[in-house]
Each structure stands twice: as structure tokens, then as C-alpha cells.
Nanobody, 124 residues
């Protein structure tokens, strides 16, 4: 069974940093496109950062230069290093996998193996 477990969220002040982790089970993260999404109440899940099977990455414009997605294939763990956090980054963050290895859309409907999410709160 494909599962993901996120951790690392918390409350920080504007300008602070957090590192999120996502431990995958039932599938290998290097065989799938892995993406971090975030969601605030009343809005759809937004794709934030993705890494494909070849290690290529992409980011949504609002986090470019501040967030870095990475993975440890030995630990089968995905990471999101978030620096220079802003109040608008406040959300529940989720990791998810597609069945595609190289195609990494920012459309939540194309993903599965969702975790329970981890809350990130940034205060001004």
C-alpha cells in the first residue's frame, strides 16, 4: 500500500525556516514524480515543488529562490527546505506521488499516496 507520512511543520516568525520531511512506504520515491502541495481552508491544493525520477525540479513562482525540494533515495524520504518564510506560506503541507516518473504536474487530481499533512504557520 502506497503511503506517505509528513513531518517537520510548526510555527515560525516571518523570515524563519523549516524543513519538512515525507517518508514514503510501499513505493520508491525515485520511481515516481514527487510533489509537495499546500492547502489553506477554502482553497484548492496548490502545487509548490516537485522532483522527478531523474532529479529534475520545478517550483511554483511564489516560492522560487526560497524553497528547495530534495530527496534521499536510501531513506526513501522527500524533503522541503523552506527559507525566508512569509505569512502567505501558512498552510497544511502534503506530499504525494504520481504514477509517472518524469511528468510532474501541479494538479492534485493526478496524485495519490497522500499523507495526513503537516501544518506550517508563519506569523508576521
Amino acid at each position: 500500500q502506497r503511503q506517505s507520512v509528513e513531518s517537520g511543520g510548526g510555527s515560525v516568525q516571518s523570515g524563519g525556516s523549516l524543513r519538512l520531511s515525507c517518508v514514503a512506504s510501499g513505493y520508491g520515491i525515485s520511481a515516481n514524480c514527487m510533489t509537495w502541495f499546500r492547502q489553506v481552508p477554502g482553497k484548492e491544493r496548490e502545487g509548490v515543488a516537485a522532483i522527478n525520477g531523474a532529479g529534475g525540479t520545478r517550483y511554483t513562482d511564489s516560492v522560487k529562490g526560497r524553497f528547495t525540494i530534495s530527496r534521499d533515495t536510501i531513506k526513501n524520504t522527500l524533503y522541503l527546505q523552506m527559507n525566508s518564510l512569509k505569512p502567505e506560506d501558512t498552510a497544511v503541507y502534503y506530499c504525494a506521488a504520481t504514477v509517472s516518473r518524469y511528468y510532474c504536474p501541479f494538479h492534485a487530481d493526478e496524485y495519490n499516496a497522500w499523507g495526513q499533512g503537516t501544518q506550517v504557520t508563519v506569523s508576521s
